[in-house]
């Protein structure tokens, strides 16, 4: 079983920036692919960023890509995703994600495990 804890949401003025992170308990975090999701109110939980155990693979999705950097630290057993340039658009509950094979995915139902979220609200 892996917890993950989110951190770091708030609300933020366009073109502003946040730093989420997501702590993961255990020892095998290095052994995990991670990712970030988000899902607005009304919407389908939607792939944000996804980074491989030894981060070398990177993927991210259109609408965030060039603004936001997902980055892990494997001695910490966190997950970050820097957010720049925000958008209204970006307003969501950002969840990170425990893909336990190990590789990078867009594919939600590939994931394993889940954190409760992090309110991230952007003010136009």
């Known amino acids: 079983q892996v917890q993950l804890v989110e951190s770091g949401g708030g609300l933020v003025q366009a073109g502003g920036s946040l730093r989420l992170s997501c702590a993961a308990s255990?020892?095998?975090?290095?052994?995990?692919?991670m990712g970030w999701f988000r899902q607005a109110p009304g919407m389908e939980r939607e792939f944000v960023a996804t980074?491989?155990?030894?981060?070398?693979?990177?993927y991210y999705a259109d609408s965030v890509k060039g603004r936001f950097t997902i980055s892990r630290d494997n001695a910490k057993n966190t997950v970050y995703l820097q957010m720049n340039s925000l958008k209204a658009e970006d307003t969501a509950v950002y969840y990170c994600?425990?893909?336990?094979?190990?590789?990078?995915?867009?594919?939600?139902?590939?994931?394993?495990?889940w954190g409760q979220g992090t309110q991230v609200t952007v003010s136009s």
């Open positions: 994600a425990v893909q336990s094979k190990g590789y990078s995915s867009r594919w939600r139902n590939e994931y394993d495990y």
């Open positions: 980074i491989s155990r030894s981060g070398g693979s990177i």
């Open positions: 255990g020892r095998t975090f290095s052994n995990y692919g």
